[in-house]
């Protein structure tokens, strides 16, 4: 390994493996050989190294001792700090020992944490509900600074937790940053306020979204499969939502959002308890209170009123169809 | 006599730890641990049923799909809606994609890398298996990625993105698919097709799917080079897998793909003979789980933590069927379905080539058939069909993910959540003792598996029922 590169442990904590499976989804080249051209090497990775038992067991406790130098840890999965404070809900896998304990001495150990996911960074789904695994972030609790390290930890490189959020994180999400800190172009600059890379993070889920023409006359769905916009009725968050995944695109073509699904705002703290269904808008005397971060809502009102006054009549019927009933008709302009 | 802990376990789904009793080098006892819980069944509790949609692909990232479809069957059973033959087309179309790319997976980034450890380097086929299956720096790999990505697409066109798509819904799905679509999907199939027929099997996916027996498997490999399945059969039969790994001669199947008439692939149990599945007969018993409370069928099921319970070694339920343990998964699935060579190969009741051979065959059957339910799609026609989910209501969706049966329970109070039980497929094969001290069909089928130093036989075994811990305890 060059002196220059990136080692990198992973570890699953509670989670679904569904960042690690994303991850596998990195299009275009092979995901192993790409990394590998950016300087990143994987010491070890749960789902797809050979080692297994005793030697991965060496692995983690090499890295703990710093033995090996540890570049960056990738924590997948909310941390579990029950029952009663022992952390026992989740023991590491042959080794007896608790996952809030290995990660809090690899963590002290990296020069760079990174939390892949919400639930690693926010606690996300596993601390749903009356969160009876007591789950959390590392160094967040919703949105809430502290977690499991603490609000003011900073990792031996100077950065705090590295938030790639997502249900799951999209695959470049992980492999970009990892790419940027192995090239020594990521520092604190490139965090937002809640330390989530600000390459996709100070995007909205709202740009490039296909539904912006339904959108723009406030033409919405009423029920699945609808083509209109999903903000009103459908419980969408996409002009609240930090990610570019209707930019980005997922699987080729895909997101939510293409898929006839509200934005849930997945790589928000707090995002699993919205506080209403899922599928909704919750709205105050007709009005959705979730309105665009950076819209006063008397304009918003406003406008609103006035883009559904003036909307043309192939907006309006397809926004309530599952195709176009209406296509754009062939008009001479004088444009060529 | 030696007490040894194997963990963590690499290359399978989650955090597995097995605890063996080995006499003489092989296996005595074993006892099958999964160190985590997070308590999904209790998050559900008190939530809008839709909500199930949100959360229960959550509970896997590597099957979330199979997740997403035992939710939405639950909550159409409940609210006694059937889905738009579009919607069902679409989402049995999501589903395949799903459960052929965890075959593809777990055989190529999983299973075979084994083969490649130092362990078998005086072996006559090592040479060639280290520099295809090495884990990460193998040739397969780099091929396996990119081919597994582009196959995978599929799913950012049919349900937006993978895993945790929220399009999936009781009434099929929550966008209709235009045509450009439609042909996009096809010649989506049709790549990924022709780099199975080169590369995996070196034939014609009709052919594999049409042999009959093991005997005609073993011509079949015999006549010319078959691609890497082809090197998985010499290696299984140089290494005798046909003799490891022994289960419990039980295959159980909740059936899969609903069709216009029926299910593609039937529901049912095999035990030597061919029965009728009865679904009140499922309960599952938490005597040697870190669980409070007694045994129960799914619908009226507790999940209630207890971990200082001393008999307690795991947080995985056991589920039995008329008291007895059962395997699923793809072997079980084609076994009950009546194919002819996994009922030939389960005539021994099942065994790592086995379970290899069975998801192979499985993914030579399937894609023909999706590549046939791309062309009965209809853009124009309804995609989804709508519903309306009763205050008081009950359910079960029963649905076949690639590791075998997966049940989700549903009951209904006051518009909530009143109760919701799950049992994935690997909370079967990888289940714990009941009461009655009978182990679990992993636990079975690693007694007499070779244990010493150097042994990777244990892992071969676990591998063969691609478990998948993190949906075990949900």
Redesign the interface.
């Known amino acids: 390994m060059d002196d220059r590169d990136l080692s990198v442990l992973w570890l699953?904590s509670?989670?679904?493996?569904?960042?690690?499976?994303?991850l596998?989804?990195?299009?275009?080249?092979?995901?192993?050989?790409s990394l590998d051209s950016a300087g990143v090497r994987?010491l070890w990775h749960?789902?797809?190294?050979?080692?297994?038992?005793d030697e991965?067991?060496l692995i983690l406790e090499r890295c703990a001792s710093g033995e090996i130098p540890l570049g960056a840890l990738c924590v997948e999965g909310a941390l579990?700090r029950g029952?009663r404070g022992?952390g026992?809900?989740?023991?590491?896998?042959?080794?007896?020992v608790v996952m809030t304990e290995w990660v809090r001495k690899l963590a002290g150990m990296a020069r760079y944490t990174l939390a892949v996911g919400s639930c690693a960074a926010w606690g996300g789904?596993?601390s749903?509900?009356?969160n009876?695994?007591d789950?959390c972030g590392l160094q967040f609790e919703g949105d809430q600074p502290g977690g499991l390290l603490g609000a003011g930890w900073k990792s031996r490189g100077g950065l705090p937790v590295i938030n790639i959020a997502g249900?799951?994180c999209h695959p470049d999400w992980v492999t970009e940053t990892l790419t940027a800190l192995a090239l020594g172009a990521f520092g604190a600059r490139d965090l937002d306020p809640l330390n989530r890379p600000r390459f996709f993070a100070d995007h909205l889920v709202h740009h490039g979204c296909t539904r912006n023409e339904y959108y723009e006359f406030k033409a919405s769905a009423h029920?699945?499969?609808d083509l209109g916009c999903l903000m009103e009725n459908m419980g969408c968050k996409g002009t609240q939502a930090h990610a570019d995944?209707n930019a980005r695109?997922?699987?080729?073509?895909?997101?939510?959002?293409?898929?006839?699904?509200?934005c849930?705002s997945?790589t928000e703290p707090g995002f699993e308890e919205p506080g209403h269904?899922?599928?909704e808008t919750p709205k105050l005397a007709g009005i959705p209170i979730g309105l665009p971060t950076d819209m006063p809502k008397a304009w918003f009102v406003a406008l609103a009123a006035l883009s559904k006054s003036a909307t043309p009549k192939r907006v309006r019927e397809n926004a309530v169809a599952?195709?176009q009933v209406v296509v754009p008709p062939v008009k001479k302009t004088g444009l060529k | 006599m030696t007490r040894i802990i194997v963990g963590p376990f690499n290359r399978v789904e989650g955090d597995l730890e097995v605890t063996l009793e080995v006499r003489d080098g092989r296996v005595a006892e074993a006892w099958a641990g999964s160190p985590l819980y997070r308590g999904f069944e209790q998050i559900l509790r008190g939530k809008h049923p839709m909500d199930a949609l949100m959360f229960a692909p959550r509970i896997c990232g590597i099957c979330s799909v199979s997740q997403s479809m035992a939710a939405a069957s639950v909550l159409a059973d409940a609210m006694g809606l059937t889905a738009a033959p579009n919607g069902r087309i679409t989402r049995n179309l999501a589903h395949a994609v799903e459960n052929i790319a965890d075959h593809f997976t777990h055989f190529y980034l999983f299973f075979m890398p084994d083969f490649a450890r130092a362990e078998y380097a005086g072996r006559a086929w090592h040479g060639p298996a280290a520099e295809r299956f090495r884990a990460v720096r193998g040739s397969a790999a780099a091929y396996v990625l990119p081919v597994r990505a582009a196959f995978l697409t599929a799913m950012g066109t049919l349900v937006g993105k993978w895993p945790h798509s929220l399009a999936i819904q009781p009434g099929g799905v929550a966008r209709a698919l235009e045509a450009s679509e439609k042909i996009r999907l096809f010649g989506l199939l049709r790549d990924f097709r022709r780099h199975l027929e080169t590369v995996l099997f070196g034939d014609a996916l009709e052919a594999v799917a049409a042999l009959g027996s093991e005997a005609a498997l073993a011509r079949w490999a015999a006549e010319k080079p078959r691609g890497d399945f082809g090197a998985f059969l010499g290696i299984a039969d140089d290494l005798n897998l046909d003799k490891l790994g022994r289960g419990v001669g039980r295959f159980m199947s909740y059936g899969g793909y609903p069709q216009e008439a029926g299910l593609l692939l039937p529901r049912g149990i095999w035990n030597g003979g061919l029965h009728a599945l009865d679904e009140q007969a499922i309960a599952e018993d938490v005597s040697h789980a870190w669980l409070d409370g007694e045994t129960r069928h799914p619908a009226q099921g507790v999940t209630r933590p207890q971990d200082e319970k001393a008999e307690g070694y795991t947080w995985c339920k056991a589920p039995r069927l008329a008291g007895l343990p059962m395997e699923t998964g793809a072997l079980a699935r084609q076994v009950v379905a009546g194919h002819p060579l996994a009922r030939n190969l389960a005539a021994r009741g099942g065994d790592v080539k086995s379970r290899v051979v069975a998801r192979l065959l499985e993914i030579a059957l399937i894609l023909p058939e999706m590549e046939k339910w791309v062309r009965q799609l209809v853009p124009g026609e309804p995609f989804c069909a709508q519903g309306e989910m009763p205050g008081t209501a009950a359910g079960a969706g029963l649905v076949e993910a690639a590791r075998g049966a997966l049940g989700h329970w549903i009951s209904v109070a006051d518009g909530r959540i009143a109760n919701y039980q799950i049992i994935s497929p690997t909370t079967w094969n990888f289940s714990p003792r009941d009461t009655d001290g009978m182990p679990g069909p992993l636990e079975q089928a690693l007694v007499g598996a070779p244990a010493g130093e150097g042994d990777v036989a244990v892992q071969h075994v676990v591998r063969s029922f691609d478990p998948c811990m993190v949906c075990t305890v949900h």
Do not use: M
């Not at chain 1, 073509?253 to 509200?262: E, F, L, Q």
């Open positions: 699953q509670a989670g679904c493996g569904g960042c690690s499976i994303s596998l989804c990195s299009e275009a080249r092979d995901l192993h050989a994987v749960p789902g797809l190294s050979e080692e297994s038992g991965a067991r579990l029952p022992t026992r809900f989740h023991r590491h896998a042959g080794t007896g789904v596993a749903a509900g009356e009876v695994t789950a249900c799951p029920k699945p499969s995944c695109l997922w699987n080729g073509s895909g997101s939510c959002a293409r898929g006839g699904a509200p849930i997945c269904p899922f599928h599952d195709h």
